[in-house]
């Protein structure tokens, strides 16, 4: 069964009921500002699975309010079948296991088998402040999961056995101690018994002395067996990882740096889903707080990759500060992506479909080249993408004298604005957009009527009222009127208008003209008029507003001269 549903109240930073719904289908992403919560989302998902028997598993300080339970609240989905299991912690007391309607599972209860089936599915849980035992553990826990499998396949075997003659002759083999175990232990028991027999007549007769009651009697009973399991096996057995360097050998993962540590758990657990180690039917849940802590930047890149691998065969959550785990040239069909706040999980994103070509793709993989923090868009309060180097320097500048947590990307070209929209749209992200109508009178019929094409293109990825579409006539540098800038001067251009301190000249109007845009985008809900040769676009028109009379201009006065061409060689 899988888990769809988390909620916790009481526990750590969660003083008020606090859940999150999962899609069945993603990896489930948990941002957020520091001490919001997202790693104790993880830790209180991991104690839920627990098996406590006794009181004060949970320290008191962990209770935000004393005298009142911890309650995680869990939901499970299989199919049509939904069960929903609530845990609570009180203190100086062990926890116990609820029904939705309160009532305690335990014995005959209904639930009671589904409790166990959960139970037994406790999740891989990695931590950025493992312990050595904590490792040790969890290397157990992953030795034990492939046991429980491959136990599994042996009972269930059914293929020929002259193609699989090791796994028909282990089968047969584990079949035989499985016979002959009971059997033993009933040979054993008979001789036992009778020892146990004797004992107890001879405790009997000196209590009937001691008592002076004839009638007294004590019978030592010796334990039934439950025969053999894949438990007994399990028992018995120990896993432990060792690395070999050039500075040692055989040395204990649990002795080697953090990042190794945990680079080594994550390609373990990917490794044993992709040979097929653990059962594949199995909905048991990894959950990794911080993945990128203690990786150097490769590293990280290196660990995007292996995650994907791993959500596309098992359920994945994460909490993470990073933006380089999100890669954008991956196929975004199952990221959910929250922000955990003061007082709920906000959905920030989550894909929906599939919604890039060839070219999409190509483009992302360039983006993440040439800047592989674009998918900040995930952790920043607003977003705005931008067509050029002067504009994106300008909102910069301004985002960060204002103190304003936005994220700009820098698009550099129009078809890669319209890849960037796609993906931003998938996501269910609000906007804005800043591309340049490219409309200059120096450019031909056909340059305008290809300029046209690709902001219409544009146009048509404004899927609703949250993005925003707007244009700088016929370029940024026009529309701040310090005409055209040649290209290796346009960042001193553009850095000279940012901090002009006089409040004159040209400089000093177009630092006006850049702010009064700036504000006009990241203030949303206020009406304000745009200065300079900005616009706002909202329908097909206004693009054939800026586009249609100079296209036809333009395609007249070619014809003209290509006219005048033709005269001038019939003249001669």
Do not use: W
Not at 138 to 159: P, R
Not at 298 to 307: C, D, G, T
Not at 383 to 401: P, S
Not at 432 to 449: C, E, G, P, R
């Amino acid at each position: 069964m899988r888990l769809t549903n988390f909620s916790v109240t009481n526990y750590k930073v969660f003083k008020e009921e606090y859940t999150i719904d999962f899609s069945k289908d993603s990896i489930a992403i948990l941002t957020g500002r520091n001490n919001t919560g997202k790693s104790t989302i993880l830790e209180a998902i991991n104690c839920f699975f627990q098996k406590e028997t006794k009181a004060k598993t949970i320290p008191n300080d962990c209770f935000s309010e004393r005298r009142k339970n911890i309650v995680l609240k869990a939901v499970f989905e299989s199919g049509e079948d939904k069960v929903t299991i609530v845990k609570k912690y009180k203190e100086e007391s062990a926890p116990s296991f609820y029904d939705e309607n309160d009532a305690e599972i335990k014995g005959t209860h209904e639930s009671k088998d589904k409790l166990e089936e959960v139970l037994n599915n406790k999740p891989f849980y990695i931590t950025p402040s493992m312990l050595p035992d904590d490792i040790n553990d969890l290397i157990q826990n992953i030795y034990s999961e492939i046991i429980k499998n491959d136990l599994q396949k042996l009972e269930d075997f059914n293929g020929d056995p002259e193609e699989e003659k090791e796994m028909f002759q282990l089968a047969q083999e584990y079949s035989q101690i499985k016979k002959s175990y009971p059997e033993f232990l009933r040979r054993i028991k008979l001789n036992t018994d009778k020892i146990l027999e004797q004992v107890s007549n001879d405790v009997s007769d000196n209590l009937r002395v001691l008592f002076s009651n004839e009638h007294l009697s004590l019978n030592v009973v010796g334990g039934e067996s439950e025969g053999f399991s894949s438990t007994d096996i399990l028992k018995s057995t120990n896993s432990n990882v060792h690395i070999d360097s050039n500075i040692s050998t055989k040395m204990s993962l649990a002795n080697q740096g953090t990042g190794l540590q945990r680079m080594s758990l994550i390609y373990l657990i990917q490794n044993m889903i992709e040979k097929k180690l653990l059962d594949e039917n199995e909905n048991k849940l990894l959950l990794i707080d911080e993945p990128e802590a203690f990786l150097h930047p490769e590293a990280v890149r290196a660990l995007s990759r292996s995650l994907y691998k791993i959500g596309q065969k098992m359920p994945l959550m994460i909490s993470t500060h990073s933006p380089i785990l999100i890669d954008l040239s991956e196929r975004h069909t199952s990221i959910q992506v929250f922000r955990v706040g003061e007082k709920e999980a906000i959905q920030l994103y989550k894909s929906v479909s599939e919604q890039f070509d060839e070219d999409d793709i190509q483009n992302m993989k360039i983006l993440n080249y040439v800047d592989s923090y674009v998918n900040e868009f995930f952790f920043a309060d607003k977003v705005v993408i931008v067509e050029g180097d002067t504009e994106y320097i300008a909102f910069k500048h301004l985002a960060k004298q204002r103190h304003n947590n936005i994220h700009i990307i820098r698009a550099r070209g129009k078809a890669t604005i319209a890849t960037l929209m796609k993906i931003l749209n998938q996501f269910s992200s609000s906007y804005d957009v800043l591309h340049d109508v490219d409309n200059h009178i120096k450019y031909s019929s056909s340059t305008l009527k290809a300029q046209f094409t690709n902001c219409k293109k544009i146009l048509e990825l404004k899927i609703n009222d949250d993005i925003r579409v707007f244009c700088s006539i016929s370029n940024f540098e026009n529309a701040i009127n310090i005409g055209d800038v040649e290209n290796d001067k346009k960042t001193q251009t553009i850095y000279q208008i940012l901090h002009e301190t006089s409040g004159t000249g040209d400089f000093a109007k177009a630092r006006k003209l850049v702010e009064n845009l700036f504000e006009n985008i990241i203030n949303r809900g206020e009406d304000k008029s745009l200065d300079g040769e900005f616009r706002s676009i909202n329908s097909e028109k206004d693009y054939d507003d800026l586009f249609v009379d100079l296209i036809q201009q333009k395609t007249n006065e070619e014809m003209e001269e290509k006219k005048k061409k033709q005269e001038k060689i019939l003249t001669v």
